[in-house]
């Protein structure tokens, strides 16, 4: 286990690898078998305080800083990344922006259930026609009296169906652009809103992803997050913090991998093993540190739009091609259904797609280093 953190986030690191070891990865092949991470292991990751990381102890968080969190997501990613990811969308696309934007009512209300664990929280961004580009928003948001009356369709929503609260984004008219757009606190169970379907995924199989349906959900004036109309800078604030962590999870998943095609080529006499080992190390060296790097940026208060695209680009390419070469590594058995190179593989090839694409990453990279450009804002 590594030990290049400061002391509180080294502890974290330490505490989310005992319980890994213990209480995921004896569960992990069932959870990518039966597509379904059992409630009883969302209530220990709860009570182990993982759920309340990076809220502050005044709301029920345990606190940490960025480093700790992402210590954290990477441990538990090396053993499941289906566990990784419930933990990383809940912390740093929900409970985050209500941190940032919420009320002190808001943050008695919902933050604190989140802090503790006592509910998951899901970011309802996604449409069926609206991915990255936020200027096709089509879920409406009206007023009506006392409140705001949603009706759309998000799609490929995390956590959607165990979620007891969602951030849903929605425009008040589509040819205001991003100054139409506002974001909501939406408790599940709310008349109107319901899970349409469930996907079923290539990998990170146990992580919920689905549809989720908005006819006529009548929310109070108190469900606005922020002020009407800054919705597009929840959601990109949310996001640049929830590439840190989606790259965490990616590292975590490349660590294992690299860890078992090691045991595999330590076994056999073959040099072209060992040349993809080498390039191996060399990807998940380089995806360590920028994924230091993009944390230790937040954490000390720093523009890290650049550090968390990098991270994201980088940990998520080589998760994906150091699993890809364990698969080759490991022959005939690394397809085998049930084996860790392939389940392996399908987890890692998601990464390239969530929280922002491979190609999102790169306009985006392109468009903060050539600032005067113009354009829509990726997200």
């Known amino acids: 286990m590594r030990s290049d953190l400061p002391t509180d986030a080294q502890g974290w690191r330490e505490r989310a690898h005992a319980f890994a070891a213990s209480a995921i990865a004896p569960l992990a092949e069932r959870i990518d078998r039966d597509d379904r991470i059992p409630p009883e292991l969302v209530r220990a990751l709860a009570d182990e305080g993982f759920l309340g990381l990076s809220t502050p102890t005044a709301w029920d968080g345990t606190g940490g800083d960025t480093r700790s969190t992402v210590a954290v997501l990477e441990e538990l990613s090396r053993a499941s990344a289906s566990v990784g990811v419930l933990v990383g969308v809940h912390l740093s696309v929900c409970a985050a922006p209500i941190v940032t934007w919420g009320s002190d009512a808001q ?53 959607a169906v165990s979620a007891g609260i969602v951030l849903v984004f929605a425009t008040s008219d589509p040819a205001l652009g991003h100054k139409g757009i506002s974001a909501f606190i939406v408790p599940p169970g709310t008349k109107g809103f319901s899970v349409a379907q469930r996907f079923e995924k290539l990998g990170l199989r146990g992580s919920e992803t689905a549809e989720i349906v908005l006819d006529d959900v009548h929310l109070p004036r108190e469900s606005l997050l922020g002020p009407e109309g800054v919705g597009l800078r929840v959601a990109l604030g949310a996001l640049q913090g929830g590439r840190v962590g989606i790259a965490s999870c990616a590292l975590g998943v490349a660590e294992t ?28 060296s380089a995806a360590r540190v920028l994924v230091a790097r993009a944390a230790e940026a937040k954490d000390a208060g720093a523009p890290y739009v650049i550090e968390a695209s990098v991270a994201k680009l980088v940990a998520s390419g080589a998760a994906v091609r150091i699993a890809s ?28 797609i969530v929280e922002g694409t491979t190609e999102i990453q790169e306009l985006i990279l392109a468009r903060s280093l050539l600032p005067a450009s113009t354009g829509r804002n990726p997200l």
């Open 107 to 159: 943050r008695e209300r919902f933050l604190r259930p989140l802090a503790r664990g006592e509910v998951l929280g899901a970011f309802a961004l996604t449409e069926p026609g609206a991915g990255s580009d936020t200027a096709r928003l089509t879920t409406r948001y009206s007023k009506d009296e006392g409140g705001f009356l949603l009706r759309g369709t998000k799609t490929f929503i995390s956590n």
């Open 257 to 284: 991998a690299f860890a078992e095609m090691r045991r595999s080529v330590a076994a056999e006499d073959a040099d072209w093993k060992r040349t993809l080992l080498a390039r191996a190390f060399a990807d998940l």
């Open 325 to 352: 070469a364990g698969v080759d590594v490991a022959g005939a058995a690394g397809v085998r259904a049930g084996s860790p190179a392939q389940r392996l593989l399908r987890d890692a090839r998601v990464f390239p």
